[in-house]
């Protein structure tokens, strides 16, 4: 149970606000480097942390992400001519008086100006820098005197055959979204059929721990970027089968991993209150991604999705047809919730508590003790980077640098001691796996 | 006219308000039996009073009507699973982490929590009975602790055979549309065609005085329930034909007979303050419908309706398609709205009125007084309820066994007298009709 | 830059508002007079400034423009029976209880009252005169004492073969769509494949120097009626190629004209404070349109547009769909924005703006002068109606026979000395054009 202003804290992230603050201390995904392909690619309309910006990338390949409106009259540079190598300086080029401006934002021509004048130096739209980095395009929305490093997630810095990353529109705040992957005493239940079924989850024997103990106990240790959320089952005699999922402030999780499959993760990133985009991605430290995999990826299996047409990233199954509800499957057994697939049984539910949801009215039990411990950080960091200026956990990129584990350990064993070097992302060594 | 104040009180039926305390004073129709056909059957998403519930019957059979919502973290239980008979008590498992709830919204379990624990027993929904009377599922939304006696409208009690009940969703204020049920000054005007042609309405004698005398005269009684809207209209010489509507308070109301078709009648609901359901019955009370007659009604007929397609309950002529709207109809005075059908002739007025009419702009003429005289005891009944915790008129089910009548009477006769008897719903007794 | 306070002045024309209150100073368009084609037409709704209207022809041929909604219980006359010739005096029938009202909003009848009851007389709807001149029925929203002349703009007062009309629903503020009409600035950038490829803009020797010179020089000079926008731009050796666009206050304005072609011109008229219609006009002061010029309109070249399906007026090319931009003919160059059609290029861009631009944020320019001074005549005009009761500019149907002229005139000419007479609508005399 939370008190309504600090829900109201937690979920408002546009400019101003306290996590709207927060966030814009890190490099966050913006969108996927597909959506901006080659140079002169078509800009995209990204609206994040409750901003309208435009992601285009100049006939000389340089990514921008700049304030979505003309700085002259207001209309959108969605219509705007990327301008293909012309001889004159690149530029994305107004549709209605042809003003032209850089990736940084900077107008670069008023043509209904003098030769001479120099006004259009005086014109400069918010911008924030583009940078890909695996998979993803990355923003950072803050103080352009306090950039950090940039991101050194193991997803996207390992060879680019080892990865894959999604992005999916999941209506609601992304604090709710958040707290399902942050939260893994619902996988038993919810995603029980995934277990047995799905090509990227099924066939480990994790799974049968997972599935045999109904009642997890949660052990949850700060970490320097976050926490991590330690969720033990019984094992074998004298054994406990230990699945940990590291958070990394503000919205970065993992999910333990099952036998040789790859590893998934999750970015959850506010687009305003009450929508979010959810970057999934899967990967492996020491091998590629076999074509198996990925076409189980791209066919949305595993923790990814399929996708409405056109190009939205909006999943095929959503509200309005309330998730492709199939009841006998639950009836059958087939799935816990009537809902297709690890993802959309996530999103279905996450978006059914409206909006925004009322944490006034929640009832916390101690496999909740993950998310009660990262609302207290987020806080935690809120304030302290207001009142006192401290950069928060998850900021410098050695945070990034972890990995989730599934281990089976002898019932005495502390896991953060016996996972210790597991828990890093060290380059060339296998992930740590049951 | 009326002033806003007023017109907030009378359609404002949300927890807290003045007419939302009126409301949970009574059984109200929560839904249709057939929502819910079999134990075990898929649980229903339900509105009422602005409150969002969830209706189910679990795999013994037990009706319940609960909070939408999970106690845990507000996952709504439209996607729980509904155990089927599994060798432990029955109930409504929500799909996100097996938190269980009985028909009364008692949490009976919590898988997460230790096998002696006792939290869920303090964990317990907002629920409320649920009942089948006919083909209606009742619920009763006020304190437990003065529930009333179950509803005995006749339309209910009748054997099933002699009875029909379907309803639909109306998009505007639950008032506007009572209104409509106590008004029977506009049958001759906006359903003229109907008592022409439809074949639940046509060939009775009474029809002919309703075209005939386009000018009724309104006198309006008290009654124990709420009202007796008595209509007379010229008849032979020295006679009046009279047609008498009960509204028994607060939304019940019956349509005057006509020959021997089924009597037809109306229960007006509020889902929130601006969309309403509409119960719609026929039945009789001495003989089985006919095939030919439920075949209409189930062909939209009479008071009902043809509906879209999804099983939202929502007619097929609506509003965004104009209510199809047919000008050449109208042109050719087959239609006097251009409107197909009684109930969607109602409909599409009533809700181009606008979500909330606005009744400080009204010109309330002398037969508008049932309307008029309505108003004044729901506002009565609201205040003395609030104010002295009086028990409103049409919560004991004496009040409940009314009956409409149509009867040619001599003119020096007054129809409450003249009619005592038929006004009363018995058992086995013929409706008086013309 | 417009402070906040001026743009909500400029851009709110409800009842109540100043310039709501300006506007109702003018007769402006309701709707096209083929919307009324003959005596009986099925009523049409119509918003206004804000105001929801009926617009009817009775049986007789009075155009009637009313209150949406009946005086009795506020059902919708849209519904209503206009009534064919029936002996009675002729009138739209309300379809709920029969109440008739002429096309004054005056009550005529209600039914069910007593025959020598006097009370409909003090019923009388809102209404405003509907009267057609050329292709357009006009309407004066104010003071009925203040009614002005009847308008007398060029193109609706050319026999009717001179002159087609077409209107679009376009979703933004009027005055964003106003502003792009004022300002020609845009036309080589936004325009420039239609100056080469329309049917009805293509061939002319103005085009090359349009496209020649991307650097116009505005000069916006005070008229009766309100502004006249002179855009120069080089033209041969010693000479300077004129576009002149007169605005007639409120929302008045015309496109210079291209050698033969017809002269466009548009009236921007508020529908709310998020929509606005568009009238959008092609004539000739000594010709008749021809037969491919007529199809080329219709077919939405020029300044005309394509619609949706259902009579509503909406664009086919809408933000649904995202105007059917195409990125591809973008690329290509056969249109600047990727949107086919002037029409649609500038309503795409004026809604991308959003419902109501916000033009404290807004950064103008030499070239955005004629909107600068239009916007400060028009607070000037507002502020001085308010205040003192002054009539406006443009209400003097003196004011509306203006013409927009195209010219070649010597470096050193004054093009308002040089054009005098060109600017004035003469009756049989050929438009100026290049």
């Known amino acids: 149970m939370l008190k309504q202003e600090i829900n109201e804290l937690l979920t408002r992230t546009g400019p101003g606000t306290e996590m709207g603050d927060l966030f814009r201390q890190y490099w966050i995904p913006a969108m ?7 140079p002169g690619s078509p800009p995209v309309r990204v609206k994040l942390l409750s901003e309208r910006l435009i992601a285009f990338r100049d006939s000389a390949g340089n990514y921008g992400l700049i304030d979505e409106f003309c700085a002259h009259r207001g209309v959108s540079l969605w219509f705007g001519n990327n301008e293909l190598d012309s001889g004159q300086a690149p530029g994305l080029r107004c549709a209605y008086h042809g003003w032209k401006y850089d990736t940084t934002g900077q107008c670069i021509e008023v043509p209904s100006e003098p030769d001479n004048s120099t006004f259009c130096r005086k014109v400069k739209l918010t911008s924030y820098p583009l940078v890909k980095v695996g998979d993803i395009l990355w923003t950072y929305m803050g103080d352009p005197d306090k950039q950090p490093a940039l991101p050194e997630y193991e997803f996207c810095t390992v060879p680019s055959e080892q990865s894959y990353t999604s992005k999916r529109w999941q209506e609601c705040n992304w604090l709710q979204a958040l707290e399902g992957g ?8 919810l995603h029980n ?26 052990e949850v240790v700060e970490s320097d970027g976050g ?6 089952r019984n094992a074998e005699e004298g054994h406990y089968y230990w699945r940990i999922t590291p958070w990394v402030m503000p919205a970065f999780t993992m999910v333990p991993p099952r036998a040789d499959h790859p590893v998934h993760g999750h970015f959850w990133v506010p687009i305003d209150d009450e929508n979010c985009w959810v970057f999934t991605f899967d990967y492996l430290p020491v091998r590629a991604l076999t074509e198996a995999e990925l076409a189980a990826m791209k066919a949305g299996h595993g923790v990814h999705n399929e996708y409405e047409p056109g190009g939205t990233y909006r ?11 199939d009841r006998d499957a639950q009836r059958r057994g087939e799935t816990f919730s009537g809902i297709k697939g690890i993802a959309m049984q996530d999103a279905s539910l996450q978006e059914s508590m409206g909006p925004i949801v009322d944490r006034s009215k929640e009832r916390l039990v101690s496999a909740d003790s993950g998310i009660i411990k990262a ?4 806080v935690a960091a809120a304030v302290e980077l207001r009142e006192k200026g401290i950069t928060p956990p998850g900021v ?10 599934a281990a089976v350990l002898p019932q005495d064993a502390s896991f953060v001691e016996a996972c210790r070097e597991d828990l890093v992302a060290t380059p060339g060594v296998r992930q740590t796996t049951v």
Chains 1, 2, 3 share one sequence.
Do not use: T
């Open 375 to 378: 609302r207290r950080k987020l």
């Open 396 to 405: 410098d990129p050695v945070h990034h640098r972890v990995r989730s584990v």
């Open 182 to 189: 942050i939260d893994s005493s619902h996988v038993s239940w």
């Open 193 to 218: 059929a995934g277990l047995k079924n799905d090509p990227l989850f099924k066939g480990s024997r994790g799974n049968e721990y997972n599935l045999n103990d109904m009642r997890p106990f949660f």
């Open 227 to 232: 926490l991590l959320v330690g969720v033990r």
């Open 32 to 38: 996927l480097a597909e959506e901006l392909p080659e």
């Open 315 to 325: 999943p095929l199954q959503n509200r309005d047809n309330d998730y492709m509800m």
